[in-house]
């Protein structure tokens, strides 16, 4: 079941004017500000269908911005997010494209600095909630049926044991599980669907792995 | 996890609860949360409600100037007394339009179960709690019996206009308001599920064509008649009319309506009102010649 709260359809209390176009898109931008970690150079801002059609109207380009510098859905300040950003010295480019996705509201959030560079997909499925469905190009493929937890790590051996056995020793069931790489030795993402409540003390101990990158919690 | 609005009728009336309760012991076990932190929750989003109506009967008008200050024109009427649909009513489509013109202002609203569709559980709620003598608990359990509804919608159907169009969002706040009204003058599960049934119904078909991609034109007054037909729909069942068609099949009808859409109807700009001369007049007023030409 894709919606498992009732505050998913009471709610998220936000800034106007639409869950799906603007709180949605705070949300896409949240969960990728928080996965790159700092703040960026650059966010180059790509939307797919309704999003690229109406995302002016519906605020969708300084909710996705404001929640890139973690600005939640109900921040009075993400009408101005755009000028924040210029401030802050972020570039901001956006880009509307008319390739097919399969879900109408779908952003694509590219992110860097001298570093790096991150990128996620988000689609905006209706009400606030939303789904990230590719990250820095690894497709992801969650049920929605509970918590996932979402690790980006170094393609080492040990790495998977290193977090499944932090799961077992704090008695969490594990539902699902994912592994890719785009390259031996290289970026790899684990994402584990868990049946049960992840602490952020868990967390943070995966967290300080040495071959974790990112670790974040998606679905709760 | 309840999956339809049948299991959820059946275990509020097997067990002799309201379908709000039902939703709340979901909610906290879901969360692994308590009652209070859960009812808690719910009244913050209670406030978030108040204060937004508050501020629309003030007076308030959007960005583009598209949208405002309806709230305050349709509650002067109704003080001048001479309404002709009746003062609950139209209470209820001041306070729609107030909630939705505050949205449309980028201000803060809650989400019910859409930004866009916003108004017609608050703007509900706040004109029967009188004539209901609804308490603080009161008004919080209507808003979870929306949800439980809205949940059933949402995982079921959609509740996205760009999905399902208009339907999907101010028709499934429609049949949530109505299912709300029916718990809070004492019916029965039964007819909560009967008045959703009949307010989505005369919602189906109803398409997503904003104005210039804005949700203001016509989303605001769309609310507006969302709120009462919700109220009407509500009596209907609360007089002991039935609907010939369960609940849970039109929410799958309305799916089903929602999936033959074609996009220029769902939340594109591209069709319906968003295309009619004047639309696309106000369209190149407010974001000059060059994003129409995108579209």
């Known amino acids: 079941m894709k919606y498992r709260s009732v505050f998913d359809i009471i709610g998220p209390v936000m800034v106007g004017p639409s869950s799906s176009h603007t709180a949605g898109a705070a949300r896409i931008g949240l969960m990728a500000g928080k996965l790159f970690g700092r703040t960026p150079r650059l966010a180059h801002i790509t939307f797919y269908g309704s999003f690229a059609d109406t995302y002016r109207g519906h605020g969708t380009d300084v909710a996705i911005v404001g929640g890139i510098m973690g600005f939640d859905t109900f921040d009075l300040r993400i009408p101005q997010a755009l000028d924040i950003a210029k401030e802050r010295g972020i570039e901001v480019v956006f880009e509307t494209s008319d390739a097919l996705t399969d879900h109408p509201n779908t952003a694509r959030v590219h992110l860097e600095d001298e570093d790096g560079t991150f990128e996620i997909v988000g689609i905006s499925i209706g009400g606030g909630t939303i789904e990230i469905t590719e990250l820095n190009g690894f497709p992801l493929k969650l049920s929605g049926g509970g918590p996932a937890l979402v690790v980006l790590h170094h393609d080492r051996f040990g790495a998977i044991a290193a977090v499944t056995g932090i799961l077992a020793r704090h008695e969490l069931n594990i539902g699902h599980m994912e592994v890719s790489r785009h390259e031996k030795g290289k970026q790899a993402l684990m994402a584990i669907e868990i049946d049960e409540h992840l602490s952020k003390d868990v967390l943070a101990e995966i967290e300080r792995l040495p071959q974790i990158e990112r670790v974040a919690i998606f679905g709760e | ?295």
């Open chain 2, 1 to 295: 996890m309840f999956k339809s609005v049948e299991e959820l009728v059946r275990t509020a009336t097997e067990r002799g609860i309201p379908i709000s309760e039902v939703m709340i012991e979901q909610e906290v076990h879901v969360r692994r949360s308590t009652r209070e932190e859960v009812v808690g929750m719910m009244e913050r989003n209670l406030e978030v409600m108040e204060e937004a109506v508050a501020r629309a009967l003030e007076g308030v008008t959007s960005v583009t100037g598209l949208t405002g200050n309806d709230a305050v024109l349709m509650t002067d009427y109704i003080r001048s007394g001479k309404s002709l649909a009746g003062d609950l009513i139209l209470d209820a489509v001041a306070k729609a339009i107030g909630t939705n013109e505050v949205n449309a202002a980028m201000g803060r609203i809650c989400a019910t179960p859409t930004a866009g569709s916003a108004g017609v559980v608050p703007g509900t709620l706040f004109a029967v709690k009188e004539r209901l003598e609804m308490d603080r608990d009161a008004m919080v359990r209507y808003l979870f019996t929306s949800g439980a509804f809205g949940f059933v919608v949402a995982n079921n159907a959609s509740i996205s206009g760009a999905a399902g169009g208009c339907q999907a969002e101010v028709g499934s706040a429609t049949g949530m308001a109505a299912a709300a009204i029916v718990e809070a003058a004492g019916g029965t599960p039964e007819q909560s599920a009967t008045a959703f049934a009949i307010a989505l119904k005369n919602m189906l078909g109803l398409v997503c064509d904003p104005v210039a991609g804005l949700v203001e034109v016509p989303c605001v007054k769309r609310n507006a008649m969302g709120g009462a037909n919700a109220i009407v729909a509500a009596d209907m069942a609360l007089a002991g009319i039935t609907s010939r068609i369960p609940c849970d099949e039109v929410i799958s009808a309305m799916h089903e309506i929602g999936q033959m859409m074609p996009t220029a109807l769902k939340e594109t700009a591209r069709g319906g009102l968003a295309n009619t001369p004047t639309a696309r007049r106000l369209e190149r007023n407010i974001f000059g010649e060059k994003e129409n030409v995108q579209k």
